[in-house]
């Protein structure tokens, strides 16, 4: 790969970015990948968002909408593999009676190989992800707030259920575990040890 001036590699994005004058969309991008949380976007993610980005500016430029939802929809109609032959060929028709150049736009498609080799290489990017404790604490955190959510609603179901003679029962206690079964060995777990003593004893011997 060919190096620019300044030592970096060169890079079809960062070329793209000054291109498209998408000027803060590097940092932004950089930001996503970064970040913790929802917000968090992953490099296939990322793809699909700089690829709108594009799409948006060339609409802008053609005067077209380019409301969230018009930039959704076009770039659904031509990029979706469940779109038909007639939809792409009149979203194509549409957009080149406007001025833009279609074939030239999906060259300028990028992939998320594209993406990481910009965040990493040409702007020194590292995602620093959750430690193992870390990560299994939190999927464990999700599980028993998915137990907790199930157990209410079953709960003001069948309270439901009862008042309004549906289903015959007084006064009631609703139970739910999720267990794991080894089938190596046929240990069973409920889930918070199995994720404590980091999976099944037979593994670990």
Known sequence: MANTTDGRPSSKVARLIDEYELDGLGAEMEARWTGDGEKRMSLRDLAEFFNKRLLERELV????????????????NLTGDDISTGVRTDT??????????VDSLETDFITYQAIRSYLKEWRG??????????KIEKDLESIQRLLTRTLSVTDQR??????????????????????VLCQSCGSQYAVAEFFDQGGCECQQD
């Open 61 to 76: 430029d053609a005067g077209l909408s380019a409301l969230e939802s018009d930039v959704e929809s076009t770039y659904e």
């Open 92 to 101: 194509v028709n549409r957009l080149e009676r406007n001025g833009v150049d």
């Open 125 to 134: 990017a590292e995602y620093q992800g959750l430690s193992d404790d870390e």
């Open 158 to 179: 069948i309270e439901k259920l009862r008042d309004t003679s549906r289903i015959d029962i007084e006064d009631f206690e609703v139970f739910l575990d999720a267990q």
